[in-house]
């Protein structure tokens, strides 16, 4: 994420100096003190180890394995999914500080375009609701218990019976029929959505990017009517409400995972907001991560019918395969949570919240189904699947526990149990682990790491500053020097500098900010002396000199003029001796 920043800079390191990093990601993701910083378990890759470390005295972050790395802005604008403008804003509500002067000016994106069309949908639909054409929809859906509220909440609208009306309306704001065919508003010169109560579908950072048209009268058509995947609208990459349950998930410190829209916008209804939708009974890689960054605590609430529970026995194995231990609220079958919450009200809802099962127990549980336990085979089979379940449990207690109730419940030794649970651990180490591919990892000779320590000392170090200045540096590499100059002028211009406010500084410098990101990953030292820079500078020299001497080398090789061949030598000879 790219922003341009026009700013009061001093305001916008004011914010971020009241506010400490360590508390802003310890809201988000667990975090373990581990000498002078603190470490966690990265969310921007598939991280099961703590990698993430976190500095409060340089007010940064860095992960040793993706090498994530920034400030307190750029952790919650890649967390959150927001731009810089949100993170500032939300930074400078949480400290005090009015932010309303600071203009940020977002970077055009070629799908600006796309974005602009939905929205445009967007109100025209709502719009369309609240006309006298909008009557019968709207009653139909007081008649559902979504008032008012609700409708502005969750943005509702309606598709009007009409074939080309949206169509019309986008073309005169210079949209063409090949845009809208591609982007799923229209097929050919007409209206994809007729007459259809319309649920507008978001991505992480808000941006409508679809919609989900419902029918409202008995017209033998399909009952909903979802957007094709499109440029900007992947099914599998967004979650419903997503950019909503945010800021709820973090105070409840909990995620409910439900299976469509309705059962979240019923649930809202009674002030239960923490909740996402899948969209469907599938999900993806890219999902898991988006609910992994809501909360680790994720409750599992889909449909009570069978093919909901068989979604919520898919969902979890495959959280439980990735590291997460979910819970499972167990609704009658054949209800939804739309249906129960309109049967059953709020109270009876928040109970089976509270009550939430774990999801080894429910699957356990689940593994009863059809078990004939008259049958000795059958219930040996059944003790089997259940050791194997157990196998998968990292907590050795938790084993322990679910033992001992077998044994008690089926008469069988505790000692019996235990051997095939060790039986089943023991092959689950020997199990062939699968050949990954190891990253290639480019190796930096001693030089370059000089040159990087150099910037690095610059960063943490304002007399290093004036001393490379005096030095006169060649630096190698292009990057290098910008990020050289960058560091200067900073320094010039606000007479102090620190690794946390620069990297708000370089936001729209992405060529340095990668640079960056990878000095910082590396952990060099913090501090120096001048003796030890001198060090430094000697080494960073003598590689300019084996470059001269290399390039000299090739030059001499090509020429043909003995004398001129003489010189080089002696260039050469000199470089060598120190003697340029």
Request: proline share 2%.
């Amino acid at each position: 994420m790219r922003v341009v920043i026009s700013m009061n800079n001093d305001l916008v390191n004011e914010v971020r100096s009241k506010v400490d990093i360590v508390d802003i990601i310890g809201e988000r993701i667990p975090l373990v003190a581990r000498g002078k910083n603190f470490f966690g378990v990265c969310p921007f890759h598939d991280d099961t180890n703590p990698s993430l470390s976190v500095s409060r005295e340089k007010q940064i972050y860095t992960c040793f394995s993706c090498h994530a790395t920034g400030n307190v802005f750029t952790f919650l604008m890649n967390y959150e999914h927001i731009d810089f403008k949100q993170a500032l804003k939300y930074l400078g509500d949480k400290v005090g500080v009015d932010t309303g002067s600071i203009h940020i000016k977002n970077k055009s994106t070629k799908f600006d375009n796309l974005y602009e069309a939905y929205n445009l949908s967007l109100k025209y639909y709502q719009n369309n609701l609240n006309t006298k054409a909008g009557h019968e929809a709207k009653k139909y859906l007081l008649n559902r218990k979504i008032d008012d509220d609700l409708i502005k909440e969750f943005e509702i609208g309606l598709s009007l019976p009409t074939k080309d009306d949206l169509t019309k309306l986008l073309n005169s704001k210079n949209y063409d029929l090949v845009t809208l065919n591609r982007i799923g508003l229209s097929s050919d010169d007409h209206d994809i959505y007729n007459d259809r109560i319309m649920f507008p579908l978001y991505d992480v950072s808000g941006k409508c990017v679809g919609f989900s048209g419902r029918i409202y009268k008995d017209n033998g058509q399909n009952k909903y009517l979802n957007t094709k995947e499109t440029d900007i609208f992947k099914k599998g990459e967004l979650l419903y409400h997503y950019h909503i349950a945010r800021e709820e998930c973090r105070i409840k410190k909990s995620v409910i995972v439900m299976e469509g829209f309705m059962d979240v916008i019923r649930a809202s209804s009674i002030g239960i907001k923490n909740t996402v939708a899948l969209m469907g009974t599938a999900l993806t890689r890219e999902q898991i991560n988006l609910i992994k960054r809501l909360s680790n605590n994720i409750i599992l609430c889909l449909d009570g019918d069978d093919p909901g529970q068989h979604a919520t026995l898919n969902i979890g194995n495959m959280l439980l395969d990735d590291g997460i231990e979910t819970k499972v609220i167990k609704l009658p079958n054949p209800e939804d949570p739309d249906s129960y919450i309109l049967k059953n009200g709020k109270e009876r809802f928040e109970g089976l919240v509270e009550s939430a099962v774990i999801f080894s127990d429910y699957k356990m549980e689940s593994l009863k189904k059809n078990v004939n336990f008259k049958s000795d085979e059958e219930t040996a089979n059944y003790i089997e699947e259940v050791l194997k379940e157990t196998s998968k449990q990292k907590d050795p207690i938790r084993r322990e526990v679910i033992l001992k109730r077998l044994a008690k419940e089926f008469d069988i030794g505790y000692n019996t149990l235990e051997m095939r649970i060790n039986s089943l651990l023991q092959e689950k180490k020997e199990e062939p682990k699968e050949n990954v591919t190891k990253k290639v990892i480019s190796r930096k000779d001693k030089y370059i790491k000089a040159y990087e320590q150099i910037i690095y000392f610059m960063l943490n170090n304002d007399w290093v500053i004036t001393q490379v200045e005096n030095e006169r540096l060649i630096f190698p590499t292009e990057v290098m020097r910008i990020t050289c100059n960058e560091i200067i002028y900073y320094y010039k211009k606000y007479g102090n500098i620190n690794i946390a406010d620069f990297y708000t500084y370089i936001q729209d410098k992405e060529d340095i900010l990668n640079f960056l990101n990878n000095i910082l990953a590396e952990n060099y030292l913090d501090g120096t002396s001048k003796e030890e820079l001198d060090q430094y500078f000697n080494v960073a020299h003598k590689y300019i000199e084996l470059l001269e001497i290399k390039r000299l080398t090739n030059l001499m090789k090509k020429e043909v003029d003995p004398l001129e061949q003489a010189k080089i030598s002696e260039k050469i000879r000199k470089l060598r001796l120190g003697d340029s």
